[in-house]
C-alpha cells in the first residue's frame, strides 16, 4: 500500500509521525498496522487519558477482565496487566519499523502512575516494573517532567532504560531534561550500559500554550495583546528546538554530548505533544506546519493525523534559525503583562491533575467492571 503523500513528505522533511493513541480494538482490527502502512506513523504514544477513554468504551477488554476477576485482581493490578498488554501487543506491530530505523522509530511509550508525579523513588521502581513486565526493546517509558521527575529520569536512564519525558511546557524547564538525560547517559555509561541501545525523546506540549495563554490575552483585551493570540505555542516550541541545537547538533553547548556519542550515545530528539488544535479558528494542522525541522518528533491525535493527510502542506524547515522569532513574541508577551513563569507553573500542575484524574476514573470504572465480571453478570 502506498504512503499518503502529505505525510510521506512530512516525514522526508525529518519529522517522525507518531501517533498519540492506542486501544485494542485499534491493534486487533489492523488499524494500527494500516496507519504504519498508509499514513506514516511510526510510534505510538499513550498516556492515562488515552488508557481511560479506551477501557471505558465497548466490549474489547471484557473477557480479561473476566478472567482478572476470578484470580482476584484489584483495579490496580487489572489496569497494570490491560495496559502493558496492549503496549506489548503495539510494540509488536512496530517492531519492524524499529528494526528497520536501527531503534530510533517504531516505539510505543507508557506512562508511569500519574499519582507518582512528584515522588522520585516511586516513579524509578515503576519504571522499571513495568519495562520488565512489557519486555520489548522498543519500549519507551514515560516520566513527567516535574522537579521530581528530574532525578528520576536520570536514575532510569542509567539503568539503560529508554524514556520519553513528558509534560514540558518552559525551555528552562526543557535545558532541565536535557542535562538529565545526560546525566543519566553517562552514568549507564559507567555502569556498563550499551549506550547506542538507549533512547529518548523530550516531549514539549504545544497547543495547550496557547491555550491559557489567548485566555488572559484575551483578558487584557488590548489591540496589542490580541494580536498575540495564536502565536505562544509555536514560539515556544521554536525556542525549545533552538535549545535542542545548542546542546544536540552543534551549538556552543554540544560538547558534553559530543563525547557520549562518540561512546555511541543518541540524541535526545525534541517530540511536539499537544498538537491537535483546540481553537476552531486557527488551521487544524497549525502545530505540524509550523514545526518541521530534522530530528524531530509530531505525535498526532487521529483527527490532527487525517487533516493533514487530507490538506496539510510542508513548507520546509520551519524550526531551524527562528528562535529568534520566538524570543520576540516572549518580549511582547511580557509587554503586554502575560506572567510566563505562571502560565508555564499552572501548566504543569493541571497537566499533572488532568492525568491523575483520568487515572482515578479508569480505577472507579475498572473496579466496577471487575465486580460485575466477579458476579458473573
Known sequence: MAQNENLAALSAAGVSVWLDDLSRDR????????????????????????????LSVGHAYDA????????????????????TDDVRAACDVLAPVFEATGGVDGRVSIEVDPRFAFDAEKTVAQAIELWKIVDRKNLFIKIPATEAGLPAITSVIAEGISVNVTLIFSVPRYRAVMGAYLDGLRNAGIGGHDLAKIHSVASFFVSRVDTEIDKRLEAIGTPQALA???????????????????????????????????QGGNRQRPLWASTGV???????????????????????????LQAFADHGEVLGDTLSGRGAEGAQIFADLTAVGIDLDDVFALLEREGVDKFESAWGELIEATTGQLDIAAEGK
Open 228 to 262: 498575540l493570540r495564536g502565536k505562544a505555542g509555536v514560539a515556544n516550541a521554536r525556542l525549545a528546538y533552538a535549545e535542542y541545537q545548542d546542546v544536540f547538533d552543534g551549538g556552543a553547548h554540544t560538547s558534553t554530548y559530543r563525547h557520549l556519542a562518540a
Open 278 to 304: 483546540k481553537n476552531p479558528d486557527y488551521p487544524d494542522t497549525l502545530y505540524v506546519t509550523e514545526l518541521v525541522g530534522p530530528n524531530t518528533v509530531n505525535t498526532l491525535p487521529e483527527k490532527t
Open 64 to 83: 480479561q477482565l473476566k478472567d482478572l476477576a476470578a484470580q482476584g485482581a484489584d483495579a490496580d493490578a487489572a489496569i497494570r496487566t490491560l495496559t
Open 27 to 54: 491493534i486487533q482490527s489492523g488499524n494500527l498496522a494500516d496507519l504504519v502502512a498508509t499514513r506514516s506513523v511510526v510510534g505510538v504514544t499513550t498516556n492515562p487519558s488515552i488508557f481511560q477513554a479506551a
